[in-house]
């Protein structure tokens, strides 16, 4: 016990941070924080095992939470017939015409007899280019034509919205497959830059294909692994419960009407309350599986090997250690867990929007909670998520708190005083910066810096 003191202080501080915006706010607001800390965690845990696990340098984070998010749109959304029959089989036949090409190229490339390698795999992948182009450009034409206004797009399969968190998984671990294929060779600052640039292009196809999902005119009213809270303000059993909980309050009022009205608002706030702790609840089962698994991975003869490879490339390899292979691995592992924060995300969202993912920006921000949390401890990554995701979330209530309090004697019209509430919600960015600075400067392992437990 006494080995996680300082685990059970921070979290404990930071819960009581999250109650006191509940008190002092709302606990809507408080439950919201909550689940957006907790997809954060999911976060920050896959992009823990790839840094703080292997040393590997991944900016191409946000390229994996898009797609998460667009396995739910795939997974859950019904199909749209009339886009099926415009163009839908079209686009399957290019799908085979690409596997085809590439089973083709595979091909090629192991032959060692045949002979102008270059030119005829050249040839190959410009010829299927132009019969790809000719064959996909009048289908999508013909999909993204019908009803653009509501639809647009081919839709998903219709399936329950929990299996798209498995599915953005995979998708991004075969993608991390692909790209680590090609991109781990890089030395770590021009692997960095790869990732990158490989997550812009994946928000940028996300973006302008509108067949796939839309583009950015976004699809809304996704499927949800909860009760939606009309249908809950209209159950018996809920206002009933409502009712009984808040019987006290309700009893002091006399007046019949007024009764009903302090009812059906108590009921409406209580609806938005219970669907986001169910999502808490979902959150957390992730959040706690995941914590254990990697923790046992951590500390297993894998994980060892891991830190032995991170801390010395070299001498791993000299040791009959296959660097290559165990880094592809811990790519395509810290990649399938942020895709599956990206699907939780959406599903937490009940929107996709291709247009909020932007990764010269936000992934910076995870890797801020990665560093601040401390890099190579599960519960420092967590714990980093948290934070940074509650700061930059009360920044702004904090700062027009504090502007509004040194500037309680300045009158209204002051400018200064209009400046510094105008600027309130910038402050995020200074506060944010500030924090990271102290961490470094007392802190630079982090909170909860890494902890090797020799057995």
């Known amino acids: 016990m006494r080995r996680y003191s300082n685990v059970i202080a921070a979290y404990s501080i930071m819960l009581f941070l999250i109650i006191l915006v509940g008190v002092f706010q709302s606990w809507s607001i408080a439950l919201s924080i909550l ?5 954060s965690a999911v976060m920050t845990i896959g992009a823990n095992i790839q840094w703080g696990y292997a040393g590997l340098i991944n900016f191409g984070i946000m390229g994996y939470t898009a797609l998460g998010g667009l396995a739910v749109v795939l997974v859950s959304v019904a199909p749209v017939p009339e886009a099926w029959s415009a163009g839908g089989l079209s686009l399957i036949f290019c799908l085979l015409i690409i596997c085809l090409i590439t089973l083709l190229i595979k091909y090629l490339i192991k032959n060692k007899n045949i002979e102008n390698k270059t030119f005829i795999i050249s040839s190959v992948i410009i010829s299927g280019i132009i019969i790809l182009r000719f064959i996909s450009a009048p289908a999508i034409e013909s999909i993204e034509s019908v009803d653009p206004a509501k639809t647009g797009f081919l839709g998903g399969l219709g399936l329950p919205v929990l299996l798209s968190w498995i599915v953005g998984g995979l998708f991004a671990a075969g993608v991390a497959f692909v790209v680590g294929k090609i991109a781990l060779g890089l030395r770590a600052d021009y692997l960095a830059i790869a990732t990158l640039l490989i997550a812009e292009i994946i928000v940028s196809i996300i973006k302008h294909e509108d067949w796939l999902a839309r583009g950015v005119k976004n699809v809304i009213g996704l499927k949800r692994p909860a009760p939606y809270e009309i249908d809950l303000q209209n159950s018996e059993w809920f206002i009933n419960l ?17 009764r009903k009205d302090q009812l059906s608002q108590l009921v409406i706030d209580a609806s938005s309350i219970y669907v986001k702790l169910c999502f808490s609840g979902l959150f957390l089962i992730v959040v706690v599986a995941l914590l254990i698994l990697t923790q046992r991975a951590l500390y297993s003869p894998w994980g060892r090997k891991m830190r032995a490879i991170r801390d010395n490339e070299i001498s791993a390899s000299a040791m009959g250690k296959n660097v290559v292979k165990e880094h592809l691995l811990i790519f395509i592992l810290g990649s399938a867990i942020v895709g599956l924060a990206g699907a939780m995300m959406v599903t937490n969202d009940g929107l996709f929007t291709p247009g909020s993912y932007r990764p ?16 190579g401890n599960n519960f420092g990554a967590i714990l980093g998520g948290f934070a940074v995701w509650f700061l930059w979330v009360q920044a702004a209530p904090m700062s027009l708190f504090l502007i509004n309090f040194f500037t309680a004697n300045l009158p209204e019209t002051n400018e200064i005083k209009i400046h510094l509430i105008n600027s309130a919600p910038y402050f995020r960015f200074l506060i944010i910066g500030i924090g990271l600075l102290i961490i470094m400067r007392y802190r630079p392992q982090g909170i909860l810096p890494e902890k090797i437990v020799k057995h």
């Open 242 to 258: 409502v009712e009984k909980f808040n019987s006290t309050k309700l009893n002091m009022i006399t007046s019949i009407s007024e």
């Open 35 to 39: 689940n957006y800390c907790l997809i």
């Open 360 to 375: 010269m920006r936000y992934t910076f921000v995870i890797w801020v909670m990665v560093i601040v949390g401390g890099t």
